[in-house]
């Protein structure tokens, strides 16, 4: 076979599209978008100024900002862990089940393939009328809470939604991980005397380590770039209440006062902690994996 | 070894796909082409020659007239193909008024700029600096527009967008619910508490509120301001851009504020703006603080509606209670448009001697020109009256940052999250911030 003389060479062929599109639409904007933030563009005049570093210096004293990006952080660490957790136990509990298995993850796997926009705009209507009509109509007086414009009700609101739409993705990887742990380790756990319980712990989750890792990984990555289910849900509001930074950037580049130029400097902050906090987590747990 | 195949075969398909994507702007490009030789064909062509083609890129802001458009772009294709034997194909686009700006801007600065947008009035002078609007001044529509409405769309004595959507605008009511309880339109704040409170005390609520979208709260402070402003403090605005005033001067405009919200109905930060309309004319609330341009909703949700418009009153004295008149809605050429004749022309017949008035009244906007000879709705009289008897005022130019602020705060305001003197503070900032920047 010829391929086994330059096995990487059919690997790169398969990859080229996806590669293609990844530094046209990804990696050339996130490059240029350097240069952008340290200019005073307005996304709409022909000409700007370079402006050096004063964006990066106006964004520390930018209480906005900060405020934005410390409900970014509760929010991803509330949706790594509601997100991962709910995944694992429906993952845990489709493989368990004898029959079924491809009708239930089937289910649970169809909010991803929905836009988290539509997603958001039909949770919409669930929180501002359905859980009404429940409150005011079934005597179900505890849903009667403001949704939409109490900032603690619509953070409730806001991670449902998003874990909603994203744990079918985390099951499917975590359904796969445990496809992957033998049953004979499980078995000979069992005669030595183990519950279901103990299996689980000691035998079967160190095994899944590297999809836990791929999953928390992806959550965190996804937690701090949230933009559309918070857009479709509260817009940000009640005023910038539940603004994420992504919200933050977005308005600062095309409403208001149109300054696309701070808006990307924003966006280059956003982007060094995001990469921070991600090799933490990623050595972290690389650490901790277990291989068989 | 077969799955392999199979999977391969599979890969590359999507591999296929995705290339026949990425091939998709040919096209397009092919089609602005095809434009441009159109454009040029024009000014030769001949009426027994075959037609030339040509296409057109319009981009709008308001997807609830879609219909009314679509229909009025295709008459503009006859109409160009009958006297100037060009066969135009109108590409309208309507994106929702939410993302409306984000995406002309990307396709203003991308060289992808459609050949004639919509745009704010308030707009029309950041937009004519970046070079996007191109001078209407002598074209024959500039001749038939009411002169207090070209003041609003002009900038240096140049003509730079058509007016579209004018309109005196200030509180909807519900005129059944006013006649039942024998109520008259509030001349002063006290007037408008005295009806708040026979409201209340018959079962009604009085105001509608839908603060889910940040716009809509926002009209209040809109409203309020331009009273005050030309009621009583007619150099505030001035003095602002100047960073000389402070938010503190009119502070009044709380006391009508927290009546509205005092008296409004329940769970507001969860209803939309178009809910909003449907509940005011399924006559949930008797008064709702929203545009005229809300009338065409109302109307669908409840045909038998008698929807009337009075002036908010701020305070006691009826000098300041004024409605406001302003330009919303306008249509702007781009200047570097490859087809140049095509867009001036379907300017020009936007306020067509023969079919604009149709259009209007369909829409139900509000004549603006001399070609507009038709009668509008009773809601429309009764904003006109307060103009006509000098009730009225130009909708202040505040700087959309500002205004976005308003909104945000105005919410933060209802949820009671924030004072009075806090808004103050940060409106202030953000006033004295926009300034900065120029």
Redesign the interface.
Known sequence: MKNKKNPNRSLLI?CA??LL?YKIFKLYPAVSGIFYALTDWN????TYHFVGFSNFIEICGDSYFWNAMWFTLKYVLAIVVVANVVALLLAVAIESRPKGKGFFRTIFYMPNMISMVIGGYMWMFI??KVL?YMADNWNMKFLDK??????KYSFVAIITVAAWGAVGYLMIIYMAALQGVPTELKAAASLDGANAWKIFWNVTFPLIGHAVTICVFWSLNSGFQVFDVIYALT?G?????TQSAAINIY?EA??????YGYATAKSMVLFLIVLLITMIQLRISKGKEEEL | MKSKKFLACILAGVMAMSMAACGGTDVATAGDEAAANGSEAMETGASTEAPTEAELNIMMSFPQYMDQWESYCHKFEEKMLAEKNVKVTVNLEMPSSDQYETILQTRLTGDDAPDLFTLHANNIGTYNQAGNLADLSGEALAGKIYENVKETVSVDGKLLAVPIESQAWGVLYNKDIFAQYDLTPPETLSDLKSICETLNSNGVTPFLLAFQEQWVPQLMTGLTLGDIVSGKIPDWLERMYKDEGSYEEVKEIFDVIDLIMANGTDRAMEEGSEAGSADFAIGKAAMYVQGTWAANTIMATNPDMNLGVFALPINDDPNCTRVNLSTSTTLAVYPGTQNMDLALAFANYVLDDADSSELFQSCSFNPLATCHNYESSSWVKEASEYVAAGKAYQDLVIPSAVTDEQGRLLQEYYVGDTTVEEIIQKLDLAFQNTNSLK
């Open positions: 398969f599209p996806a599109v996304g709409i005049n022909k929180f501002t009404y403001s949704w939409i414009g109490n900032p817009g509001g009640p005023g910038r209440a308005e095309f409403k208001g006062n149109i300054r």
